[in-house]
């Protein structure tokens, strides 16, 4: 997510009021929290999409609570995961910027398997994987390696595009400050096996003045082409579909990125008039309605 200052970005995404159980797993010696949605009837053998929210956000932001209630009405259940963020047992709460930054972009991926493991002991057979904003570019890292097959579909909600100079560009403009000598100390102490060692008061992610591991640094900042999540479409093995907002400013090159890898069979491409981000109430509904339907003929 771009160009969205943090306390207007907490607005967005506050918790909707709806509700769904909780639920834990172990990972790596953390405990992992999730949102679990049963649809009535329907649990486990009906579909469950597993879902990924977006940048220092959680499960109980509002796309992704109400896409749980919206996909429930539909007879789909859902697990709406809370990325630890490297923190045991984190909260359904965005990531407090005074709390140090160790976690890496990468550490979803290896979430994203213990989750889909856990539905596997909970009896589900049938999965999508959903991710939005930086979710959607880490469901795609998870979805090229994956060979699971019970994961019958990817659906990715605004996912991340990148590219380093306009990610320099950014950068400059939210922290007016250059990007490059920050990431160049980070990887000058990653590269000494240093990566422990705090960079103290940088600009990092939606967090001013952060103080930030420069493993973590390095791992959100360094140049890396499969930050652009297009460019992972052609190699994830399963239908993918990408959902696109017209008016969204965050994600605005996606379209572009994603019209010419649509094939209408393992590509598609959902634009939805007028929704911006976050998809907000009927734009959302729509959402619903195309998983449904691909859910239903698989």
């Known amino acids: 997510m771009r160009n969205l200052s943090f306390a207007v970005l907490l607005a967005l995404i506050c918790t909707a009021t709806a509700q769904a159980g909780a639920v834990t797993t172990r990972y790596k010696g953390l405990t992992l929290n999730a949102s679990l949605e049963k649809a009535a009837g329907g649990w486990p053998a009906a579909p469950v999409v597993l879902m990924v929210h977006g940048t220092l956000a959680h499960s109980g932001m509002e796309i992704m609570a109400g896409l749980q209630d919206m ?44 989750w889909l493991d856990w539905l596997h002991k909970q009896g589900a057979r049938k999965v999508a994987l959903l991710g939005h904003s930086r979710g959607g570019n880490q469901v795609a890292r998870f979805a090229i390696h994956m060979t699971d097959p019970a994961v019958k579909a990817v659906f990715l909600v605004a996912p991340q595009t990148w590219n380093a100079r306009r990610q320099a560009e950014e950068y400059r403009q939210r922290y007016h400050t250059d990007l490059q000598p920050i ?84 590509v598609s491409l959902v634009v939805i008039d007028g929704a911006d981000h976050f998809f907000r109430d009927l734009y959302s509904d729509e959402i619903a309605d195309v998983i449904a339907e691909k859910l239903g003929k698989e």
């Open 71 to 114: 996909l429930a009405e539909r007879g789909i259940s859902t697990l709406a995961i809370n990325l630890s963020l490297g923190i045991d047992n984190r909260p359904a709460a965005m990531y407090d910027c005074a709390t140090p930054h160790t976690h890496l972009h990468t550490d979803a991926v290896g979430e994203i398997g213990a």
């Open 183 to 266: 990431l160049t100390r980070a990887q000058k102490l990653v590269a000494a096996g240093k990566g422990a060692e705090f960079l103290d008061g940088v600009g990092f992610l939606y967090c001013p003045h952060a103080r930030v591991s420069a493993a973590s640094f390095v791992s959100y900042y360094a140049p890396d082409p499969d930050m652009d999540t297009p460019r992972l479409l052609p190699q994830i093995k399963v239908p993918v579909t990408v959902f696109a907002g017209s008016a969204d400013t965050v994600e605005s090159d996606l379209v572009a990125e994603v019209r010419p890898l649509v094939d209408g069979r393992h």
